[in-house]
């Protein structure tokens, strides 16, 4: 198999299916933790440190978008959109960096990413969540307030 096909079929992959695993080894290296394995309780305690949610919660967020695509017109981002495109956008609503700073953290142990190439997914995935309220957000917890 060539690389071309390999690496296409691992977006696809990433972008229909990610594990626990999968997402926990991209957010390590998003925060510069690559080799180092803690206890799964650490783990998941630093990735919702710096996420604020769990994995879990991110993958289940995550599938949603997913299977909510065809309520975005043709030409979106969704196309190309992967599980790191979502963590960045976790990333942004939780700290709520400055663009420099964000494009920094969100490049990890590679690089610095654009800041075009950032906003265009970040706030995608921002309006991709926003319209899954309605499924998300329990109208009891909004008539309790």
């Known amino acids: 198999m060539s690389t ?14 990610p594990t626990v695993l999968e ?5 390590q290296d998003m925060q510069n933790r690559t080799g180092r394995i803690l206890s799964d309780e650490m783990e998941y ?4 440190g710096f996420y604020g949610c769990t994995p879990c919660v991110a993958i289940i967020l995550w ?3 997913d ?9 979106s981002p969704m196309s190309d959109l992967r599980i790191i495109h979502f963590l960045w956008a976790l990333y942004w609503m939780k700290h709520y960096p400055t663009e420099a700073t964000a494009c920094a953290i969100m490049g990890g142990c590679s690089k610095a990413i654009d800041p075009k190439t ?3 997914y970040v706030w995608f995935v921002i309006y991709a969540l ?3 309220e309605e499924v998300v957000v329990s109208t009891f917890q909004l008539l309790m307030l």
Request: glycine fraction near 2%; charged fraction near 30%.
């Open 130 to 132: 926003a319209s899954l």
């Open 23 to 27: 997402v926990l080894e991209l957010s």
């Open 63 to 65: 599938q949603m978008i």
């Open 118 to 120: 950032m906003r265009k």
């Open 45 to 48: 305690s630093k990735f919702r």
């Open 4 to 17: 071309d096909a390999s690496s296409t079929n691992d977006a696809k992959r990433q972008r229909l299916d």
């Open 67 to 75: 299977a909510s695509k065809h309520l975005f017109g043709s030409p």
